[in-house]
């Protein structure tokens, strides 16, 4: 275990901003975890994952804490269903690929979502139908102020749209270091409600699809709409899908007759941000060195040496015009540092 001074960071966001950390210290073992949130309690940390949801608008005056721990185990199993181990380092997309080859179904829908899993419970990641808390069951996690172990429940954890108690009331508190999850064996149950999904699988004619049908379908969709950061930097959806009132969706209808809109229940309306984004006619837009992708209007883009305080700004211009245009505030899916 090594701390570096002065490290940069810019190998680790897939916004490719290059900020720089006061000191830098990979961890691949939970003692070793243990070991430096000790030593270095009176020093200010933060803490590093897949580097897939945050956006760098300055330096770290902190000791960053890459958690890199590593490991996919089966805990228990039925005839129906396994119960999975994953420790927070593993990427997210090779877990998905993984369980897909051996047959365990439930995060299909999942493919392809940037991160690791350690991250997965905070934002409660989703697509396409399907969200990490319909097949989470727990994670184990250290107390930073005191090295202490807790294991979260699924009750435990405040799951909302993109939130979690890690993300609230238990901020900063806890690094979680390993996440259980259970999944099909068996009698998937498939998640095809989408349009995009079903039409990829009708493309395919694929009239009877498995999970890994499932997942290509997303993979393709997400690879035709979303750069790949290794290409050009960005961090997936910058902003949240806002959901309005049932009156509220009334009146934006009567304005915009062709905005779409998902039910989430008798008062309750989803509507797409990214849609919002292009009408306010921002997709494609370059500034410089970043700007819109010109293929989905909710992803921000680095084209080489931008600044994430230039992103950010660009961020913000966003979401006053889409309150000034449409009366719908929007909030950032990604994390400012």
């Known amino acids: 275990m090594t701390i570096i001074n002065n490290a940069s960071l810019k190998s680790f966001n897939t916004f490719g901003i290059d900020a720089k950390a006061q000191s830098y210290c990979d961890i691949s073992a939970?003692?070793?975890?243990?070991?430096?949130?000790?030593?270095?309690?009176?020093?200010?940390?933060?803490?590093?994952?897949?580097?897939?949801?945050?956006?760098?608008?300055?330096?770290?005056?902190?000791?960053?804490?890459?958690?890199?721990?590593?490991?996919?185990?089966?805990?228990?199993?039925?005839?129906?269903?396994?119960?999975?181990k994953a420790m927070a380092g593993e990427n997210w997309h090779n877990f998905v690929l993984w369980c897909l080859e051996h047959n365990f179904g439930g995060i299909e829908n999942l493919s392809l979502i940037p991160g690791n899993i350690g991250t997965a419970p905070i934002q409660n990641i989703g697509a396409y139908g399907v969200e990490l808390k319909d097949v989470f069951i727990s994670c184990e996690a250290l107390k930073i102020d005191d090295q202490s172990k807790r294991t979260f429940l699924k009750s435990d954890c405040n799951f909302g749209y993109r939130?979690?108690?890690?993300?609230?009331?238990?901020?900063?508190?806890?690094?979680?270091?390993?996440?259980?999850?259970?999944?099909?064996?068996?009698?998937?149950?498939?998640?095809?409600?989408?349009?995009v999904i079903r039409n990829e699988l009708d493309a395919n004619d694929i009239k009877e699809p498995s999970i890994r049908d499932i997942s290509d379908a997303v993979i393709a969709i997400r690879q035709s709409k979303l750069p790949d950061p290794k290409e050009i930097g960005n961090s997936g959806s910058f902003f949240k899908n806002p959901i309005i009132s049932a009156e509220e969706f009334i009146e934006l209808e009567a304005n915009f007759p062709d905005v779409p809109s998902y039910k989430i229940s008798d008062e309750a309306i989803k509507i797409p941000a990214g849609w919002l984004i292009e009408k306010a006619g921002f997709k494609g837009k370059r500034f410089n060195d970043y700007g819109v992708h010109n293929k989905q209007a909710l992803v921000l883009v680095n084209y080489g040496n931008a600044s994430g305080k230039e992103i950010?700004?660009?961020?913000?211009?966003?979401?006053?015009?889409?309150?000034?245009?449409?009366?719908?505030?929007?909030?950032?899916?990604v994390n400012i540092i």
């Open 163 to 195: 939130e979690s108690i890690f993300k609230q009331d238990l901020k900063g508190q806890y690094i979680i270091t390993s996440v259980n999850l259970e999944l099909t064996k068996n009698s998937h149950i498939l998640h095809t409600d989408y349009g």
């Open 30 to 84: 939970i003692e070793d975890l243990k070991s430096v949130l000790k030593e270095h309690h009176k020093t200010p940390l933060f803490v590093l994952g897949g580097g897939s949801n945050m956006l760098l608008t300055k330096d770290i005056e902190a000791l960053v804490l890459h958690i890199n721990l590593k490991g996919i185990e089966i805990i228990s199993e039925t005839e129906h269903s396994v119960i999975i």
């Open 312 to 333: 950010f700004e660009l961020a913000q211009l966003i979401q006053k015009t889409v309150k000034r245009l449409f009366n719908i505030s929007i909030e950032t899916e």
